[in-house]
């Protein structure tokens, strides 16, 4: 690579260079968030935006549970015994007819012989993983789903630690409050959007469930009567409600969501690169991986249901502590925030660093950049600010920079790796639109062009805007 003297380093003509992404329509170009009458043409307009936006995003991945999910997610074994470990709650027993026991005495033994559970296990056919409800409605299903989830704290409540507690990055401790699923804005909106959307499931904390919004949802599951494989609704509804819930939350990097029709699911994540999607499984047949989707939504650490752990956010999903190379930085106010799902999704707020007199402000960007740069954004400011280029005009100056990290491992052998959406994907295909994680401190912090106080002051801005990208460095660092 050839350089210039008091430029930046730029490759020759004859390079190819990847210095742009593929031009895709977002959602934050189209204005449908009114919340006026007439929610039905919001849907359709959003839809439409939304099968644009997401167009070649569409992913498999027939491994999705284990990649989202792995073992090291667990302080305990997904397993066979603990499927026949899964006692239901204990009820008024019943005295069944000489034809129900007969059933009975028959029915253990064909299930076992169709989900491949050994017949050595007591108890196996009787888990309540196995015995999904008849009638699949949305009160059922949360049933279902919070009876699982208190016999696996059951099954654990002897051990040392509580099932779901985790080590924060610092070395706390971290105890989550306990998580619910929630069916009551099945037939009512969720409030906390301005897209009016009846979610079938969600899960909460128990603290909101006097009080849901879009903020507070971890996880979504939705429920079809009609086929999975062939029903576009659900799959619409999936990801309207995923991007409701990115949107909303300051913290959010990935949406789950979990989906039935009757006897079968369909797990998927939607991210900054699109959606990932599992094969449609038989809840009896591939019970192992369902325990392994529903153990991680209700007891895996916040990064594994997709949060940004190291972003602390209030109730209504916004930003209030954003750490950076160790460092806390307190947010003062939003700045921008895209509306898009898959893209760069940048987010900009203005931060205070320091403490009390020392307390200076800067601009926190955060952002997901395709991997096909060349040039980062870090390397480019840092470029800018040891040549001297453009002092004090236009050019942000770079103070902290970092591709941002995601938890691996186990507490007690953790390993921090760098967040890209290429970690959810099915490793032998080629992933094309790869993004990573990547978080700035820059400064000066300005305001708002709309805040000009005279045309003098509006057309300097203008002025230093064109001087700014017409310097020969930069052009020739964006051109060629």
């Not at 594994?304 to 916004?318: Q, T």
């Not at 100056?397 to 099915?426: M, N, Q």
């Amino acid at each position: 690579m050839s350089t210039q003297s008091g430029s930046l380093p730029f490759p020759p003509r004859s390079q190819t260079v990847a210095s742009s992404e593929p031009l895709v329509e977002r959602v934050s170009s189209k204005r449908f968030l009114s919340g006026k009458k007439g929610t039905a043409d919001t849907v359709m307009q959003l839809n439409a935006v939304l099968t644009r936006e997401l167009a070649g995003g569409l992913e498999r991945n027939a491994n999705l549970a284990t990649s989202v999910f792995p073992d090291t997610s667990f302080s305990f074994r997904i397993d066979t015994p603990l499927v026949a470990n899964l006692a239901p709650p204990k009820r008024p027993m019943r005295r069944a007819s000489t034809r129900t026991r007969t059933a009975h005495a028959l029915g253990p033994q064909k299930r076992r012989n169709t989900i491949h559970l050994p017949s050595s296990i007591p108890g196996a056919a009787e888990s309540l993983i196995l015995n999904p409800p008849k009638d699949w409605s949305e009160s059922n299903l949360a049933g279902w789903l919070n009876d699982i989830g208190t016999a696996l704290e059951n099954t654990y409540a002897n051990i040392n630690l509580p099932i779901g507690a985790y080590t924060a990055a610092d070395g706390k401790r971290i105890l989550p409050p306990k998580k619910i699923w929630c069916p009551r804005h099945s037939t009512n909106a969720l409030e906390g959007s301005p897209i009016k959307r009846k979610p079938d499931v969600i899960l909460l904390d128990t603290s909101s469930i006097s009080n849901p919004t879009w903020p507070r949802v971890h996880a979504l599951c939705e429920i079809t009567r009609s086929e999975l494989k062939k029903n576009r609704t659900i799959k619409d509804t999936i990801l309207q409600k995923s991007l409701i819930t990115i949107t909303s939350q300051s913290n959010r990097n990935f949406f789950p969501c979990l989906s039935f029709s009757r006897d079968s699911f369909t797990f998927t994540i939607c991210d900054r690169s699109g959606v990932v999607e599992s094969k449609t499984l038989k809840v009896k047949k591939h019970s192992l991986v369902l325990l392994r989707i529903i153990a991680g939504l209700m007891f895996a650490r916040p990064s594994d249901i997709g949060y940004d752990e190291s972003i602390d956010c209030d109730e209504n999903g916004k930003a209030i502590n954003i750490r950076l190379k160790g460092e806390t930085l307190r947010v003062i106010e939003d700045l921008f925030m895209s509306d898009s799902m898959r893209g760069r999704a940048t987010r900009c707020w203005r931060v205070a660093r320091g403490e009390d007199i020392n307390q200076e402000e800067y601009v926190l960007k955060d952002s997901w950049a395709d991997v096909r740069r060349m040039h980062s954004e870090i390397l480019t400011l840092t470029l800018i600010e040891e040549r001297g280029l453009c002092k004090d005009r236009v050019v942000p100056r770079l103070v902290l920079g970092e591709d941002v990290c995601v938890h691996t491992g186990t507490d007690s052998k953790p390993i921090y790796i760098k967040d890209t959406t290429a970690r959810h994907r099915d490793p032998t295909v080629k992933h094309v639109d790869e993004r990573v994680h990547r978080r700035l401190l820059m400064g000066p912090v300005g305001k708002h062009i709309s805040t000009f106080t005279s045309l003098k002051e509006l057309i300097g801005a203008f002025v230093d805007l064109v001087e700014g990208w017409l310097h020969p460095s930069i052009i020739a660092y964006k051109f060629y």
